[in-house]
């Protein structure tokens, strides 16, 4: 069962809004009928959850879902660990955080290896706030099985100044034994991807095979480097997600593509819209 704060809002004529902590309340005998239940909590959302709006989910399997900045919302998390305190683990937490608040984000996790089972942690930033709070995630994974994703979109440094700077923080994290989920890579601006940058991408990805979505749309590929990245991404054997639109790709590189689409098995969905990959590369894609 997936519910949304938002989503659980009945609009009547007149302006008569029946909230979500309202329908929850009416709602709680079929709640309690659930074994497992996915909470998806946004923005509005959030500022809502109290502590009486989690305690009607008691008794259930849950995962807890924040798909906006932490620090925008810090209170629902608080609400969230103080209503189960005491009583039950929750399954997981998945919680969007900006760089800068990774480490106050860490503080309110102290403790929480008594109520959550596991925690997925969607970073947006920069290679600097990832250096910044390794020791801290470690410290956290220690505890509580962790996993990441990693948002670089707007990381000036490694998308022109010091591209080997992504190279040297995320080959620190295997012998951490986090798992890196998500990578995002994606540029805005149409950025050339060298043969050596991409050599540089094609050097880290076998070190994350369990790495599930990969996004490099925007970047104006290379052919040497889409050659090279093509031949990296059969190593990633969970990608279920994958994005090279926008990437200049060709024919040639298409073909490449197809090949390693063949061993991602488990691959659902595929982006390679704004390319000239032409009738022999989409016909081998679609094969």
């Not at 259930?60 to 103080?82: A, G, H, R, V, Y």
């Not at 509580?144 to 022109?160: A, F, K, N, V």
């Not at 704004?274 to 590369?281: K, Q």
Request: glycine share 8%.
């Amino acid at each position: 069962m997936n519910l949304s704060v938002d989503l659980l809002q009945l609009y009547f004529p007149k302006d008569r809004l029946l909230t979500g902590r309202l329908v929850c309340k009416e709602l709680k005998s079929r709640i309690e009928q659930f074994s497992n239940i996915s909470l998806t909590i946004s923005k509005s959302g959030a500022y809502s959850s109290t502590v009486s709006f989690f305690s009607f989910f008691l008794g259930t399997d849950l995962n807890f879902i924040c798909k906006i900045p932490w620090s925008e919302t810090q209170t629902w998390l608080t609400n969230l660990f103080q209503s189960f305190r005491g009583t039950q683990r929750i399954r997981s937490v998945q919680i969007h955080v900006i760089g800068p608040d990774v480490l106050s984000l860490l503080q309110v996790l102290k403790g929480a290896n008594t109520l959550v089972s596991s925690f997925a942690i969607h970073l947006h930033g920069t290679c600097s706030d990832l250096n910044l709070s390794l020791d801290h995630l470690l410290a956290l994974h220690r505890s509580i099985p962790l996993e990441l994703e990693l948002d670089l979109r707007y990381d000036g440094e490694i998308h022109s100044a010091r591209p080997a700077l992504l190279r040297d923080t995320l080959t620190k994290l295997p012998p951490t034994g986090m798992e890196l989920t998500g990578l995002d890579l994606s540029h805005t601006s149409s950025e050339l991807l060298s043969r050596e940058r991409g050599r540089l991408v094609a050097e880290i990805l076998p070190s994350f095979p369990e790495l599930r979505s990969l996004r490099l749309g925007g970047h104006r590929l290379a052919p040497e480097a889409s050659r090279t990245i093509c031949s990296a991404l059969c190593s990633l054997t969970c990608l279920n997600h994958l994005d090279l639109s926008g990437g200049d790709l060709g024919s040639d590189c298409a073909t490449f593509l197809a090949r390693a689409v063949v061993v991602l098995t488990g691959l659902v969905e595929l982006h390679v819209g704004d390319n000239a990959v032409g009738i022999r590369g989409g016909r081998a894609l679609i094969q």
